[in-house]
């Protein structure tokens, strides 16, 4: 959904920019056909992640189901609380931290790729068309542009997470909304609480995007989809 997104959004902006390759738009449609990948993407699976965190923060003393059973038992309780409205809790806070996160990692990650492969054309003589990223290559750039965009957003994506997760053993706070939970956080943790966890979230991040990048480039080159 994401990377499926950013190449229809790219080719939206090439039409209306006057251009042929969506390698010649502008940096700043790039960008945002970053976040609007990252929109979509997370409209798509936002429920399926509410539900994961609300699963992980429960008491495990208290599970008496495991498996499917506990899956669906607690999409049963998290509907008859408030519906579909629940499986959406946090999402405003979810869309203003993914449409940063990907605009910047993935106009990052073309960035990137741009300036390195009119370079190797420069250096070797060769049309741009022709050059062809290693597959180090890309695990370092996919690593190096998903940890920019999620250290830049992470307080958000914090927040987010703990209005999914509120109410629940794990975290038993209770919000009103996004500034609630932000006032809250600051209160109690102050405003280095709002990057707790960065570091094994950057663990994560790190070899997840980067394998992405590196899956995503091999199968279009594969598909002959560049």
């Known amino acids: 959904m994401k990377f499926g997104s950013f190449e229809t959004a790219k080719r939206f902006f090439a039409s209306v920019e ?3 390759d969506t390698t010649q738009i502008s940096r700043a449609s790039t960008f945002i056909s970053g976040g609007i ?18 699963i992980q923060c429960q008491s495990l003393s208290s599970k008496t189901l495991t498996g499917n059973a506990l ?16 499986f ?16 910047i990692d993935l106009g990052t990650f073309e960035a990137l790729k741009r300036t390195f492969i009119a370079k190797e054309a420069l250096a070797k003589g060769i049309p741009a068309s ?11 750039m996919g690593a190096f542009s ?38 809250k956080t600051v209160a109690r943790d102050g405003y280095r ?16 995007v980067s394998i992405s990048y590196l899956i995503y480039e091999n199968i279009k080159s594969i598909l002959d989809l560049d």
């Open 18 to 20: 006057g251009v042929s």
């Open 193 to 208: 609480g709002l990057w707790r966890g960065l570091a094994p979230n950057l663990a994560k991040v790190a070899p997840a």
């Open 146 to 183: 998903g940890c920019i965009g999620a250290s830049l957003v992470y307080p958000v994506n914090l927040l987010r997470t703990r209005l999914q997760a509120q109410g629940t053993p794990a975290h038993p706070y209770t919000y009103t909304g996004f500034m609630d939970v932000y006032y």
């Open 88 to 103: 959406y809790r946090g999402i405003g806070a979810g869309v203003c931290g993914i449409f940063p996160f990907a605009a």
């Open 130 to 140: 022709e050059v062809k990223l290693s597959n180090p290559t890309v695990l370092a």
């Open 71 to 86: 899956i669906f038992s607690t999409m049963k309780d998290m509907w008859n609380e408030a519906g579909l409205r629940m």
């Open 37 to 54: 990948g990252g929109v979509v993407a997370q409209f798509t699976v936002y429920p399926i992640d509410t539900l994961k965190f609300r």
